[in-house]
Structure formats: C-alpha cells, structure tokens
C-alpha cells in the first residue's frame, strides 16, 4: 500500500506492464505447440523459460539468445523461433478491471507513466496492439534502455525522463521487489493483486 502520509502529495501514476496491466504467461503460447502436459511443463521449465527470457528484457537481441538455445536443445528450435516471432501469443490479454482503471484516471487528468521490464522487440510486435497505451505520456521500456528493475538506474531515468519528482508518484508493480526498489527513491509503491484492490488504493489517495 502507499504511504498514507504521502496522500496530498501524489497526483501521478507509474504502473508496470506485465500482470499489473496485461496478463503475461508462455504458456498462452507453447500449449498450441506442444500437446503433452508433461513435455509442455518440462519445455517451460528447462528450454524457453521466464528466467531466460530475462535476458531479452535486459536488451539482449531475440537473434542471439534464439541462436544460442537452438544449440543447446535443436530438437526444440522451431518453438524456440516461435518464442521470438509470436512473442504477442503469450499475453492473452488485459488484467481484469485495469484497462477501466487507466481510463478512468486519464479522463481525471492523472499524468500516466509506465516502467516495465519488456525487451525491445518483444515490445515492437506487442505495443500496435494495445491501444490503450496511447493514453500515457511516456513508457520506459528495460530493454530499449539496456536497464532493469529493480535497479535503481531504471527508476532514475524514468523519473528525469517523465520530469517528476519521487515524491508525488505512484509506482505500482506486481513484484515486490520492484516496489521496495522504488521505495528507496521515495517512490511511494502498491504492490499490484487485483484492480479492485488498487481502485481502493487510488480513491484512497483521491486520484479516483
């Protein structure tokens, strides 16, 4: 939760993208490519896995990390293509109540800023698809920057490049690491569950 101490001060939000927005899952993905429970549990958990696909959120190019993983397991290089050219299959859609939330804080007036942790090509075929993102001023994507939360190079620039200061935003991410990061700015954090519990944060701190 925010600082309540911090109420009158806030009047700008910054979210995350993945599970705070929209739902992010590889498995949304390589369930249409792999029939077997069990090899599909076993492909996700050793070949195109969330700890390696990190690396492309840190601005680690998809030619690479693909070339790279299809010698490790050639039997799987088609789904390991796949992982870099329908990369938009594993987010299966908006968080419930979170695209009326944005809404509703822009008809409001409330500056709408985004950092997520996103590679830069992944972000390319997915950002023509969501619209909703035009309602944000701007978005600091990790691997455009070759930076990444919760490093705290990635809150520095966002807030000299959004041209606010810690005190008066909102961060909210789904990783409570992430927010614990942001808090050491002075960055006040809500750490994402579910939009009904954020809709309560935010008429809480009168942004709704």
């Known amino acids: ?29 390589f369930a249409k490519l792999i029939d077997d429970p069990e090899e599909l549990d076993w492909f996700l958990a050793h070949v195109v896995t969330p700890e390696w696909h990190f690396q492309h959120d840190a601005g680690r190019p998809f030619a690479d990390m693909v070339a790279e993983r299809s010698r490790e397991f050639p039997e799987y290089r088609d789904h390991i293509i796949a992982y870099s050219r329908r990369f938009p299959e594993t987010i299966p859609g908006p968080v419930e109540g979170m695209v009326d939330i944005v809404r509703a804080l822009a008809n409001r007036g409330v500056p709408l800023f985004a950092i997520s942790n996103f590679g830069a090509e992944s972000w390319a075929q997915f950002r023509p698809s969501a619209p909703i993102f035009a309602l944000f001023s701007d978005i600091v994507i990790s691997g455009e920057e070759k930076m990444i939360k919760p490093d705290a190079a990635i809150y520095e620039l966002a807030l000299q490049r959004f041209s606010c200061r810690a005190d008066q935003c909102l961060f909210i991410d789904d990783r409570l690491d992430n927010i614990e990061a942001g808090r050491a700015l002075g960055i006040a954090g809500h750490h994402f569950k579910d939009a009904m519990t954020l809709e309560q944060q935010l008429m809480a701190l009168r942004l709704l």
């Open 1 to 29: 939760m925010a600082e309540t101490s911090a109420i009158s001060k806030i009047d700008t939000v910054i979210f995350d993208i993945g599970n705070v927005l929209y739902r992010w899952d590889l498995r949304c993905l």
